[in-house]
């Protein structure tokens, strides 16, 4: 049974970084193609970063030179480094993890305001 955990969502203010992890059990994690996504009040689901077991993709524009995706496949995990945060970066940021079947987390919220 393929689980996401989520962890590292707070409440901080605009202008400080913060670190989502993802921690995947269930599934042979080095060949699954990973990703972020996030979801504000009242928006749609958008993809924030994504990589593959060789490396990244682009990030969505609002996030490029802010935001690093990187995955540990000895551990099991992926992350999402934010730093320089926005309000509008205000979501709950969702671990997705894709082989043949997609699978999602419970999400972590991230709320920057001051």
């Known amino acids: 049974q393929v689980q996401l955990v989520e962890s590292g969502g707070d409440l901080v203010q605009p202008g400080v970084s913060l670190r989502l992890s993802c921690a995947a059990s269930?599934?042979?994690?080095?060949?699954?193609?990973m990703a972020w996504y996030r979801q504000a009040p009242g928006a749609q689901r958008e993809l924030v970063a994504s990589?593959?077991?060789?490396?990244?993709?682009p990030y969505v524009d609002s996030v490029k030179g802010r935001f690093t995706i990187s995955r540990d496949n000895a551990k099991n995990a992926v992350y999402l480094q934010m730093n320089s945060l926005k309000p509008e970066d205000t979501a709950v940021y969702y671990c997705?993890?894709?082989?043949?079947?997609?699978?999602w987390g419970q999400g972590t919220q991230v709320t920057v305001s001051s």
């Open positions: 997705y993890a894709q082989r043949v079947v997609s699978n």
């Open positions: 269930g599934i042979i994690f080095s060949i699954y193609y």
């Open positions: 990589i593959t077991s060789g490396g990244s993709t």
